[in-house]
């Protein structure tokens, strides 16, 4: 379904900004991704476009914004508990070697609205 396809792309900019954040990727891999990201806007955006849907999908967003930031904050709140429990500070203080480590814990632990 389109949604899927544009909310897939939503969260796709979330994690490179975590990514970026966490300094974990290079800037290669970095700039690899938000070229990738803007590609597939573009697509979406033209296949919107010309199905004539792009005011329909808009409607439908704004509907599924509400629950999308509910679930962001959600995360949010499980990120920096998870961070804190483990003794960080903040991203950034995590030594690198750990880093690889506490984001798979992250990864692991989390289950969205539609995983559970």
Do not use: C, H
Not at 4 to 13: Q, T, W
Not at 49 to 75: F, N, Q
Not at 92 to 98: A, C, F, M, T, W
């Amino acid at each position: 379904m389109k949604l899927d396809l544009i909310l897939e792309n939503v969260r796709n900019k979330y994690t490179m900004g975590l990514l970026e954040e966490s300094g974990n990727i290079t800037e290669t891999e970095l700039l690899k991704g938000k070229i990738l990201i803007n590609e597939s806007t573009m697509e979406i955006r033209k296949m919107l476009v010309e199905e004539g849907t792009l005011s329909e999908a808009r409607e439908i967003l704004e509907e599924s914004w509400i629950e999308a930031l509910i679930e962001e904050s959600a995360y949010q709140d499980y990120f920096d508990k998870k961070l804190k429990a483990s003794g960080y500070k903040d991203v950034k203080s995590i030594p690198k070697d750990e880093k690889k480590e506490f984001f798979d814990k992250i990864d692991a632990g989390w289950k969205s609205k539609d995983e559970k």
